[in-house]
Structure formats: C-alpha cells, structure tokens
C-alpha cells in the first residue's frame, strides 16, 4: 500500500519555463512534507517542506504548495534550469514521536537547454 | 555537503557474511534514521534512533540490527546477508539546529554488493 505516491515517473520541461512535480498521499496522519532532490550514486538532498499548518511556503525558485483536503502537494521550480535535472521525491512524516520518513517514488526532471 | 558522513562507500561481500555500516551524524543531532534504497523498492525506513533510545522500527529484517552511541554516531549491522540485500543505504539526522526538528538530512550513503 502505497501512501505517498508520485504518479509520474518522469517530466522534460525547457530551460526557463516553470516545473511542476505532484505528489499524493492517503494517511491522514502525516503533518510534514519534504522535498528532495537526489543525483545517482548520491543522498537525497533536502529541498524544502511545509508543515500541514500552512497551504504554501516559497523558498527562492522553490514553492510548495499543500491542499490537505485533496491529499495532494506540488513543487513549482520557476525558472527551471539545467542544473535542476534531477530525480525528485516527494516525503511524509506523521505526527508524533516517531519521525520516520515515507517517501514517494520520485519523479525525473529533465531541463532542456 | 550535508554534513552527515557514512562510511564505507562501496562494501562487496558474499553471502551469508556480515558488515557493519557506519553513519555519523550533523554536529548537534540527536536522532539518527537508516534507510534503504533498492532497484525495485525505493527509499524504505528502516530504524531511527534518538539520543541512544530506538525510536521506532520500520520494515527492517530480524538480520539487521542497529545500534546509536554516546557520541550520537550510528552502526547498521547486517548479517547472514543474502543476494538481495544488495542496495543503496542511507543514514539521515535530524535535530534541532536552526529550530527545525522535523527536516531530515542525508548521508551520501553506502552501496552494498552481495554475491
């Protein structure tokens, strides 16, 4: 049982135009939510988060955005730039002690020059 | 650089052997996650720890244990290893610097081989 499920596997976007990465979750338990970015071979880079008290948090070309009614998250990349090909995952944690983190698939950005 | 280093690199072991992965966390973190990453399951939790104390479990195999030190830093041993533990393995810490306790940050991993 997938609970936090990234359903496209891959995005080409051109250089410049905006990204939009979408994740989807069903435990109504989770109250935080990353982002990362991951190059083969490499850990996972954190990107940004939000908390499940906020619907939207900006972090220079970065936004998340979180519908809690929808179960629904996405990252907007403006503008996207080579450099940000990557593989990235969408991850959840739930309230509580235990903190662990349930990552989705992942989604492979390719920027276009 | 994350800050969170993860030693060895590369391990290539036979079956049925036994390794030990070590994870050091960020300056000041006191909990330590592990996870894995194999070709057909993704990033998988594993264990965390806090401050020595494990904190919760998730599908980690009777094989593996892991244990967190006074100095905060970590070990993943694996044991009776089988082909199929072959896999990418990530530590994370997470602390309280910069008043964020939530956001966890990744070792540069260790690739397990078993043949």
């Known amino acids: 049982d997938q609970q936090v499920k990234q359903n496209s596997p891959s995005l080409s976007v051109q250089e410049g135009r905006i990204s939009i990465l979408n994740c989807d979750y069903t435990?109504?338990?989770?109250?935080?939510f990353l982002w990362y970015k991951k190059y083969p071979a490499e850990g996972p880079t954190f990107l940004i988060s939000?908390?499940?008290?906020?619907d939207k948090n900006e972090d220079g070309r970065f936004t998340v955005f979180l519908n809690k009614s929808a179960k629904h998250l996405s990252l907007h990349i403006v503008p996207s730039q080579p450099g940000d090909s990557a593989v990235y995952f969408c991850?959840?944690?739930?309230?509580?002690?235990?903190?662990?983190?349930?990552f989705g698939s992942g989604t492979q950005l390719t920027v276009l020059p | 650089d994350s800050g969170v280093t993860q030693t060895p690199k590369h391990l290539i072991t036979a079956t049925g052997q036994r390794v030990t992965l070590r994870c050091s966390p960020r300056?000041?973190?006191?909990?330590v996650y592990w996870y894995q990453q194999s070709l057909d399951q993704g990033l998988q939790f594993l264990i965390q720890?806090?401050?020595?104390?494990?904190?919760a479990k998730g599908n980690i195999l009777e094989r593996f244990s892991a244990q967190q030190f006074p100095d905060l830093h970590s070990e993943l041993n694996l044991s009776s290893l089988e082909l199929g533990d072959s896999a990418l393995y990530f530590c994370?810490?997470?602390?309280?610097?910069?008043?964020?306790?939530?956001?966890?940050?990744f070792g540069p991993g260790t690739r397990l081989t078993v043949l």
């Open positions: 994370a810490s997470s602390g309280i610097i910069a008043g964020n306790t939530d956001t966890q940050y």
């Open positions: 435990n109504s338990m989770f109250d935080y």
């Open positions: 939000i908390s499940s008290i906020k």
């Open positions: 991850a959840a944690t739930p309230s509580g002690s235990a903190r662990q983190l349930t």
């Open positions: 300056s000041g973190d006191l909990s």
């Open positions: 720890y806090y401050n020595g104390e494990e904190r």
